[in-house]
């Protein structure tokens, strides 16, 4: 069976640091993978998807950056902190245009 | 691109009662259709889904009926407990590689 992991569970970072987070998924080959941030009580903001190793599309233009190194794993990072980029970071799989999406547990970020 | 909107933002309903929450969409190439439970701390599990061939899927408390012609589908859950308090997402798709979320809805069933 399919099953995706993303850590870490909780971060504090002070502003000005870097960030990186990392999402990997097993059982599955060739996934589209997401990154969403969830600020408090809100919806989920698309970040980045890609399709494939290398292929990263952003959907908004911000202090974060992310990369497909390999075929199942999916890293966020910032150079950078800052405040705002405080939220609830999940990482998610889906094997298709049609398909549903299977959710990481998420990884919570406070930048002090 | 997909412009979602869900109603209401927020519901609560005593243990038992029904409740019902609704997701409008902008892309008429919308085919897939589902709706996603989000519990405190946890990311989002899908609960239910359904495609656009099909009018009305229930899996046992839960329900989906779907509008195409007016571009909504909504959640419907009888019988609620307790344990359905969470925040529900509908996410509408199409042939695209990217899933757009509504802005949730805070359902509090109080028992």
């Known amino acids: 069976s399919q099953t995706i992991h993303q850590w870490p569970a909780t971060l504090v970072q002070p502003v000005g640091s870097p960030l990186s987070l990392e999402c990997t998924v097993e059982g599955t080959s060739n996934p589209n993978l997401y990154w969403y941030r969830q600020a408090a009580g809100r919806g989920l903001q698309l970040l980045f998807y890609?399709?494939?190793?290398?292929?990263i599309s952003s959907e908004v233009p911000q202090n974060l950056s992310a990369s497909r190194p390999q075929d199942r794993q999916f890293i966020l990072s910032s150079k950078k902190l800052l405040l705002s980029d405080s939220g609830f970071y999940l990482c998610?799989?889906?094997?298709?245009?049609?398909?549903?999406?299977?959710f990481g547990s998420g990884t919570r970020l406070t930048v002090v | 691109g997909e412009n979602v909107e869900q109603h209401p933002s927020t519901l609560s309903v005593q243990e038992g009662d029904s409740a019902v929450i609704k997701c409008t969409y902008s892309d008429s190439a919308s085919n897939y259709f589902p709706w996603y439970k989000q519990e405190l701390g946890k990311g989002p599990q899908l609960i239910i889904d359904?495609?656009?061939?099909?009018g009305e899927k229930k899996d046992q408390r839960i329900a989906v009926t779907l509008n195409k012609t007016a571009k909504h589908f909504s959640l419907h859950i009888t019988e609620t407990q307790p344990e359905d308090s969470a925040v529900y997402f509908c996410?509408?798709?199409?042939?695209?590689?990217?899933?757009?979320f509504g802005a949730g809805t805070r359902l509090t069933v109080k028992p």
């Open positions: 996410a509408p798709r199409g042939n695209n590689n990217d899933m757009r």
């Open positions: 890609s399709v494939g190793i290398g292929q």
């Open positions: 998610a799989w889906s094997s298709g245009a049609l398909k549903s999406y299977t």
């Open positions: 359904i495609r656009s061939n099909v």
